[in-house]
């Protein structure tokens, strides 16, 4: 069984930056795919990026417009994300999953982390 667990969120003044960091425990053999999502307060979780475990091919969401970058550290099971220029929208409980897919979609992630909260200021 996998756990993850996100750590790394807080509040931040819109402008700043924050780096979350995804642990993978559990069964560590190598995962295909990571994602982070986001969901805010009366809304559906929504696709922030993901990363493949072999290529490092990398995608994003089309709101995130290179402010934020993924990245995975394999030798420690755990995945990043880098998030600058942060906007007021972009308060959200942020959560890390997994797939086996490289995929947008939600549904085809599983293992859902606690999240980690983002508040962003303006």
């Known amino acids: 069984q996998v756990q993850l667990v996100e750590s790394g969120g807080g509040l931040v003044q819109a402008g700043g930056s924050l780096r979350l960091s995804c642990v993978q425990s559990?069964?560590?053999?190598?995962?295909?795919?990571m994602g982070w999502f986001r969901q805010a307060p009366g809304e559906e979780r929504e696709f922030v990026a993901a990363i493949r475990g072999t290529t490092y091919s990398t995608m994003y969401g089309d709101f995130v417009k290179g402010r934020f970058t993924i990245g995975r550290d394999v030798a420690k099971n755990t995945v990043y994300l880098q998030m600058n220029s942060l906007k007021p929208e972009d308060t959200a409980i942020y959560y890390c999953?997994?797939?086996?897919?490289?995929?947008?979609?939600?549904?085809?992630?599983?293992?859902w982390g606690q999240g980690t909260q983002v508040t962003v200021s303006s």
């Open positions: 999953a997994t797939s086996p897919w490289f995929t947008r979609t939600t549904g085809h992630y599983g293992n």
């Open positions: 559990g069964r560590t053999i190598s995962t295909p795919v």
